[in-house]
């Protein structure tokens, strides 16, 4: 309990550890890579920000999910995406009630997108999750920094898998904001 309570404290108290998840309602996991991913976290081109993933989750909300796997997937994305469902305001801090999000996020223009159209087809990075058919626990994906994301780019999760029966899940993902070096 010892190091990932402190490293979570520290990250909370500095204002910078922040949590996006996906409308109550839930979102279809995907069955292919396409351009309309569930879940995309954009750090738009000159936002001076660097987005550092620390973890994702992937929970259950109803139907029948088809077999397979999410992935976490990129693509350069030079322009906000468009359609589907801006999730930005569902970005919130680690310390619950503070500022962090006007402060941090607004100057950034850090933005989260649900089913949106993004700039092509993403590249996959790494699978994240096994989807299964009705699971029984919420699925962590540790990933502690091993994927950032620099401005002018977007990062998404993805569900490669079988249709399932009108399958809903909840997926978020926790990150830090790190202000880039000036140059």
């Given at each position: 309990?010892?190091?990932?309570?402190?490293?979570?404290?520290?990250?909370?108290?500095?204002?910078?550890?922040?949590?996006?998840?996906?409308?109550?309602?839930?979102?279809?996991?995907?069955?292919?890579?396409?351009?309309?991913?569930?879940?995309?976290?954009?750090?738009?081109?000159?936002?001076?920000?660097?987005i550092i993933v620390v973890d994702a989750e992937?929970?259950?909300?109803?139907?029948?999910?088809?077999?397979?796997?999410?992935?976490?997937?990129?693509?350069?994305?030079?322009?906000?995406?468009?359609?589907?469902?801006?999730?930005?305001?569902?970005?919130?801090?680690?310390?619950?009630?503070?500022?962090?999000?006007?402060?941090?996020?607004?100057?950034?223009?850090?933005?989260?997108?649900?089913?949106?159209?993004?700039?092509?087809?993403?590249?996959?990075?790494?699978?994240?999750?096994?989807?299964?058919?009705?699971?029984?626990?919420?699925?962590?994906?540790?990933?502690?920094?091993?994927?950032?994301?620099?401005?002018?780019?977007?990062?998404?999760?993805?569900?490669?898998?079988?249709?399932?029966?009108?399958?809903?899940?909840?997926?978020?993902?926790?990150?830090?904001?790190?202000?880039?070096?000036?140059?």
């Amino acid at each position: 309990m010892g190091n990932a309570f402190s490293k979570d404290l520290i990250r909370s108290r500095r204002q910078t550890l922040f949590s996006v998840c996906t409308a109550a309602a839930g979102v279809a996991p995907g069955t292919a890579m396409g351009n309309t991913p569930p879940l995309a976290l954009w750090n738009p081109t000159g936002s001076k920000h660097r987005i550092i993933v620390v973890d994702a989750e992937l929970g259950f909300i109803s139907g029948t999910i088809g077999a397979g796997t999410v992935v976490w997937a990129s693509i350069a994305q030079p322009s906000a995406p468009t359609g589907g469902s801006d999730i930005t305001a569902q970005i919130v801090p680690a310390i619950v009630g503070s500022s962090a999000v006007a402060n941090f996020l607004t100057p950034a223009g850090i933005k989260a997108f649900q089913g949106s159209t993004i700039a092509g087809t993403p590249a996959i990075i790494k699978p994240a999750f096994v989807l299964e058919a009705t699971p029984i626990k919420t699925q962590k994906d540790e990933v502690e920094g091993a994927l950032s994301l620099l401005p002018g780019q977007l990062l998404c999760l993805q569900g490669i898998a079988a249709a399932g029966s009108s399958p809903l899940v909840l997926l978020s993902v926790s990150f830090l904001l790190e202000k880039l070096e000036e140059t």
